[in-house]
């Protein structure tokens, strides 16, 4: 049975926000999923997922035997994996300020294993910078879903001669 525990609580664990990610953009078996993350001890790994599946952030979407154990296909659930306007308006400033530096720090990693992997191409695929937007909460609605669009089309992790780069969002007042 589904937990109704809020999303916030779920998604802004570090290595649930990792499985969120890895998770995105296309379904990932169990197996790929601990290849992916080999830092991570595989009850580790399954606890969080499990966490994940009972909120309803990842579906179990198939199952096939293999050497007697069961592998599952994991694809994000019908819960999105973000935080949405009700949510955060239940939060309280210290779980805010943790779910934003949570957030922060994973976008930090992210950049800093671009850094790592040595690759000179990498930076052809990086940028970040700021700029400021009027809008009203319409607007907000608006251009949210206006990008959700744009954007869906790059979600696609099979495009050939596509590379994967992570767009990450933050809203500030």
């Not at 606890?47 to 007697?68: F, N, P, Q, T």
């Not at 154990?69 to 955060?88: F, K, S, Y």
């Not at 400033?93 to 930090?108: C, D, I, P, S």
Request: charged share 25%; no cysteine.
């Amino acid at each position: 049975m589904r937990k109704t525990t809020p999303i916030a609580d779920v998604i802004m664990h570090p290595l649930r926000m990792r499985i969120i990610q890895h998770i995105r953009t296309h379904e990932v078996t169990t197996t790929a999923l601990r290849e992916a993350l080999p830092d991570v001890a595989t009850a580790t790994l399954y606890r969080h997922v499990a966490a994940l599946v009972d909120a309803g952030i990842v579906a179990v979407v198939g199952e096939r035997k293999i050497r007697g154990a069961v592998e599952r296909t994991l694809a994000l659930g019908e819960r999105m994996a973000h935080v949405d306007r009700d949510e955060l308006q239940a939060m309280g400033a210290e779980q805010l300020r943790h779910a934003f530096l949570t957030y922060l720090g994973r976008v930090a990693e992210r950049f800093d294993a671009s850094l790592a992997s040595g690759e000179a191409q990498a930076r052809d695929y990086l940028g970040f910078g700021m700029t400021q937007l009027h809008v009203t909460t319409d607007d907000l609605a608006e251009l949210q879903t206006r990008l959700g669009e744009l954007l869906a089309p790059y979600a696609d992790a099979d495009r050939k001669d596509a590379r994967a780069v992570t767009l990450a969002t933050i809203l500030l007042p």
